[in-house]
């Protein structure tokens, strides 16, 4: 470990959390987020060369990310999934892509984040630790609202947890004023499963319009276990109820843009999935 | 006792006393003189303070001192005494793709970047290397051009 003015530089996940137990830190991944206005009193735990955070690795179920590991490295890794890389494609520019990581991305907490969204439709999970251990949740339950997630003072996300199967058929948009740095105005994500003719998934998650990515599995519920053309049928009821459930913020694209952005993308997914 | 920063300064082993909360950018220009590192924006979106960091693209005002311990920064001052850089330059200067200058040394590094994975990109692949260093005077075509016949002159460099 090495003590700096103002910063803990450590090269293992035990000593990490330790400083965290015990110091009010601020974990720096890649900085791209929290250098844009950085704090002059800011004291960071430095966790670029902690190997427990940069690996990538698959067990039976699922591929494991660690939070530290940067978009480029998910991007070259050929364990990733497509959909992921799809969005890291469209992710800023290549020397963000170079310091960033998937960890800042969920632990920043915008609406915008771009690979949070990718997890959300993705079913992924956390692994969040302390000295004393560590739990495993989903990613919609990691946020409270705009910025703020359940993450304790003396914890750190170790790894992401992405189902290796079903995320083969998806669909990717990201609408936004230029490609490259374009922090996303609207993204969306679906993935749709069928089996044997019968719908066995339809996840959604948008980015963007709302204080959290939003996904709304009550109203995915409604087309599983249906037939394509039964879905067809109940097509316009689907699509009034996400008309319902989706509130936009108030931005700098106007709320009812952002909206209809959404909407578009939801029914062209609906479309291109024969529904 | 707080320790020092060391890390590895165009080839030479450097230390640096700095707080580990700042920018590489401000150490580089303030304490190193390395002025062909620019400031254009603080933010990471210009491209203009781009360095090479362990090999890879960084834009140097998006990175605190304290995560960079033991690791090889190369700026426009260190890779301007390479065979490579002369390609660049020489390709460069033949589309005019120099106006103001201000964004060339992060542009010029981001062509290094692009051109150590990819020796042979194609206009795509080449727009999308440079797309995170902003100019306001080329339009980037002569750039793109540039980098077209360095990765042609150039060969067997990258
Ligand atoms: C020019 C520019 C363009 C951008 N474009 C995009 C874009 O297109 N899409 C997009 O989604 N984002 C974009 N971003 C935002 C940013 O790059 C991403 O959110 C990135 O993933 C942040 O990761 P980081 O490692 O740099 O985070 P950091 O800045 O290091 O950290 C971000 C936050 O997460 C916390 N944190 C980090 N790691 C952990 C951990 N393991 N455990 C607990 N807390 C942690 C930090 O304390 C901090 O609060 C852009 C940023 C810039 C500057
Ligand atoms: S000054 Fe660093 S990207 Fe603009
Ligand atoms: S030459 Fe002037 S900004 Fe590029």
């Not at chain 1, 103002?6 to 000593?15: I, M, P, R, T």
Request: glycine fraction near 8%; include cysteine.
């Amino acid at each position: 470990m090495v003590t700096f003015s103002n910063g803990y530089l450590v090269d293992n996940l035990a000593d990490a959390l330790k400083i965290r137990s015990e110091i009010d830190v601020t974990p720096y991944a890649g900085g791209t987020d929290l250098m844009v206005d950085a704090k002059e009193d800011a004291v960071y735990l430095f966790l670029n060369k902690i190997p427990e955070l940069r690996r990538i690795y698959s067990d039976e179920q699922y591929l494991h990310i660690g939070a530290a590991c940067t978009y480029t490295e998910i991007f070259e890794n050929s364990l990733s999934p497509q959909i992921l890389k799809d969005a890291i494609d469209y992710l800023a520019a290549p020397a963000i892509r170079n310091m960033g990581t998937a960890g800042g991305n969920i632990c920043n907490a915008s609406p915008k984040a771009d690979t949070a969204l990718i997890f959300y439709v993705a079913d992924a999970k956390l692994r969040i630790c302390n000295t004393s251990g560590e739990r495993i949740l989903p990613i919609e339950d990691f946020y409270v609202g705009r910025g703020k997630t359940v993450l304790q003072k003396d914890e750190l996300l170790v790894e992401i947890l992405v189902p290796k199967q079903g995320l083969e058929h998806y669909y990717y948009k990201k609408v936004g004023a230029r490609q490259a740095l374009a922090i996303s105005r609207v993204a969306f994500a679906g993935i749709f499963t069928t089996e044997n003719g019968i719908i066995t998934r339809c996840a959604m998650a948008f980015g963007s319009v709302a204080d959290t990515v939003l996904r709304f599995r009550d109203l995915e519920a409604l087309f599983v276990g249906k037939s394509i053309a039964e879905a067809k049928s109940i097509r316009s009821q689907f699509i009034a109820n996400y008309e319902q459930a989706i509130v936009p913020i108030r931005g700098r694209v106007s709320a009812e843009y952002r909206k209809s952005v959404c909407m578009n993308l939801l029914e062209d997914f609906l479309t291109q999935n024969g529904i | 006792m707080n320790g020092q920063i060391h890390f590895t300064l165009n080839g030479e082993k450097v230390t640096s006393d700095r707080h580990a909360n700042e920018r590489l950018l401000d150490v580089l220009r303030e304490d190193f003189k390395l002025t062909g590192v620019k400031c254009g924006c603080k933010e990471g979106e210009c491209g203009a303070c781009s360095v090479l960091l362990n090999g890879v693209l960084a834009n140097s005002c998006m990175v605190a001192m304290g995560s960079i311990e033991g690791s090889e920064v190369v700026t426009i001052e260190g890779y301007s005494k390479t065979k490579r850089f002369q390609a660049l330059s020489d390709a460069y200067a033949q589309t005019s793709a120099v106006q103001c200058g201000f964004c060339i040394p992060g542009m010029v590094l981001a062509c290094e970047a692009l051109l150590a994975k990819n020796p042979n990109p194609t206009d795509a692949e080449i727009r999308k290397g440079i797309s995170g260093n902003l100019c306001r005077c080329t339009g980037y075509n002569a750039i793109v051009e540039a980098v077209k016949i360095a990765a042609r002159e150039g060969k067997g460099l990258w």
